[in-house]
């Protein structure tokens, strides 16, 4: 399990804080996750299955969609992602649930 060393000075985008249940999708597993912040690069994420820096799956948050992520970092039940989507679908997911939540 890695973490960043400092995440605040990776980041190229503000964060907005959020609390939204989502899913991962890995392979045949579905698991239940929340996300705690976002970003138009990425986002901070909840679950209980641990995960592994450089793994990619797939993030669905319902009704927004699905998003292709990259784990940057993964500790104690926390997860950082990167959005490997389209940035033109990511900025309206970020827009979106900036509104809504």
Not at 13 to 38: P, Q, S, Y
Not at 60 to 81: C, H, S, Y
């Amino acid at each position: 399990m890695s973490a960043p060393t400092n995440p605040v000075d990776h980041r190229r985008h503000d964060r907005k804080e959020i609390l939204f249940a989502a899913r991962l999708l890995m392979g045949d597993a579905n698991v239940e996750c929340e996300i705690t912040n976002i970003s138009f690069g990425g986002a901070q994420i909840r679950l209980r299955k641990p995960l592994t820096r450089g793994q990619t799956v797939v993030l669905d948050i319902d009704p927004f969609g699905k998003f292709a992520i990259e784990v940057r970092w993964f500790d104690n039940g926390e997860a950082g992602v990167k959005f490997k989507d389209d940035p033109a679908k990511v900025s309206e997911l970020v827009m979106a649930i900036a509104t809504y939540a």
